[in-house]
């Protein structure tokens, strides 16, 4: 008999293999640190909180009560991610550790997204409706980054590590500071391995030359 059970539980955890093949593929192309598909699946909390997502979603759609908040709770306290049933998510997302994450409920992503640890896909009060973010094609919000309210941020984008967004961001672009503001928008896809910091601030940029100036016009007075 023990032998039925764990043939069944090999079977079972390779149909859900087969099922989330995108998510395990996304998670061993962008994480360096994979070293198989059986350890993915098995011991990420980015991957076993999506799989908790697909099929609590699938439940939200059916509009039965109660049921999926339950299991997405549940999800949440063995993954540390927090994922609302009733968000839309493309395929190929990635969720790096996983700790934190916070995904509302009219949340949009597209396909092949990448989430560091931290980040929120969250509101700014009590509004109603659409009051999520929307996040296009291939794009990669920083570790702790916060991207609140009904706005965009366009495919090929890169929010870096603890920014704030609260303005829709164009397909392109990468935005850092608080609050969030675009340092590059050049047409070219960003790259998912992305170093969160080396990220350019023109910021800090005019705050260096304006320094050099005032020094300049100091060793000018004492001249």
Do not use: C
């Amino acid at each position: 008999m023990s032998w039925v059970i764990i043939i069944g539980i090999i079977f079972f955890i390779w149909v859900i293999s087969l099922i989330f093949s995108g998510e395990i593929k996304a998670a061993k192309d962008r994480d360096p640190a994979a070293k198989s598909s059986w350890e993915i699946l098995l011991l990420y909390p980015g991957v076993h909180a999506i799989i908790a997502y697909r099929i609590t979603n699938v439940l939200w759609k059916m509009k039965i009560p109660f049921i999926p908040r339950v299991l997405s709770q549940l999800a949440r306290f063995l993954t540390g991610v927090e994922i609302h049933p009733g968000a839309t998510i493309g395929k190929g997302l990635f969720i790096d550790h996983g700790m934190g994450v916070v995904i509302g409920e009219t949340t949009i992503i597209g396909d092949n997204v990448t989430l560091f640890q931290g980040v929120t896909l969250g509101g700014t009060g009590k509004e109603t409706g659409k009051r999520h973010p929307t996040l296009g094609d291939n794009v990669v919000i920083g570790t702790g980054a916060k991207v609140l309210g009904n706005i965009q941020v366009g495919s090929n984008s890169y929010v870096g590590a603890n920014a704030v967004v609260i303005k829709n961001v164009p397909p392109n672009a990468t935005v850092v500071g608080v609050p969030g503001h675009i340092t590059r928008q050049d047409g070219k896809r960003i790259d998912i391995e992305m170093d969160h910091i080396h990220v350019s601030d023109p910021m800090m940029q005019h705050m260096v030359e304006l320094l050099k100036r005032v020094k300049t016009l100091e060793d000018k007075l004492k001249e």
